[in-house]
């Protein structure tokens, strides 16, 4: 291995590093990984959700390598900065760098500038360094997300460097599931109690689905002075709290 930049970020001491990196670490979709030793499974359930009182954040914990279950108790939930959170799907460690690398950026930034950086340029620093590595098998499917001079701003940036703005995303192997509940309930006229039950349920349903899915659900709300934890909750609870609801209905 060899020091190729100021950030002292690794790369493969080889003629063509990106060749070498999409030739043994691609992810496991399709049938990309089927010529390599080691095969990169992952698994996670994040969403977050833009409402009228801010934004929640909601996240499992459950790390995965394939079937083997590494972790129950990975925070998921990047805290950049007062106002700033990022979300981590797909490769820990390149997450959990690069989210921390933008969190220096921002900092910088503040610095240089006396002032807050916004939502908008945060994701947008994050969308630029993933284009520096575009094609060296980082694996990070991840959400920025905070309050800034424009209110409640949600992005979504990925290691292809792709970035999109909206009102409400979920990433990783269960966010279909997620999805599902979302699109039933989801309205941005949500009380604060309902879109805490809703960012609490959508995780249930996709760790009850998805065996990649689990542990502990951790939940924020953004709000105009900052984010704030809500919960960190077993979702084994939330299964018999949401079962007895259940019941409760039929009966």
Known sequence: MT??????????????PAFFCRSNFASAS????KEQVVKFAKGTTTLAFKFNEGI????????????????????????INPFLLG???????DCSYW?????????LYELRNKKRISVAAASKLLANTMNSYRGYGLSM??????????????????NDATRLHDNLFSVGSGSTYAYGVLDTFYRPDLTVEEAID??????????????????????????????????????????????????????
């Open 3 to 16: 020091d190729t930049t100021d950030a002292n970020f690794l790369v493969p001491n080889v003629h063509d």
């Open 30 to 33: 399709g049938d990309k990984d």
């Open 56 to 79: 929640i954040v909601s996240v499992d914990s459950r790390s995965t390598m394939g079937a083997y279950i590494a972790s129950q108790t990975v925070k998921k939930i990047i805290e």
């Open 87 to 93: 979300t981590m799907a797909g490769g820990a460690a």
């Open 99 to 107: 989210e921390r690398n933008l969190g220096m950026q921002c900092r």
């Open 141 to 158: 499917g991840t959400m920025v997300t905070g309050w800034d001079e424009t209110g409640p701003q949600l992005y979504y940036v990925d």
């Open 198 to 251: 809703l960012g609490k349920r959508a995780i249930y349903h996709a760790t009850h689905r998805d065996a990649y899915s689990g542990g502990i659900n951790n939940l924020y709300h953004v709000k105009e002075d900052g984010w704030t934890k809500i919960h960190a909750i077993d979702v084994n609870e939330l299964h018999y709290e949401f079962r007895e609801e259940k019941n409760e209905m039929v009966a």
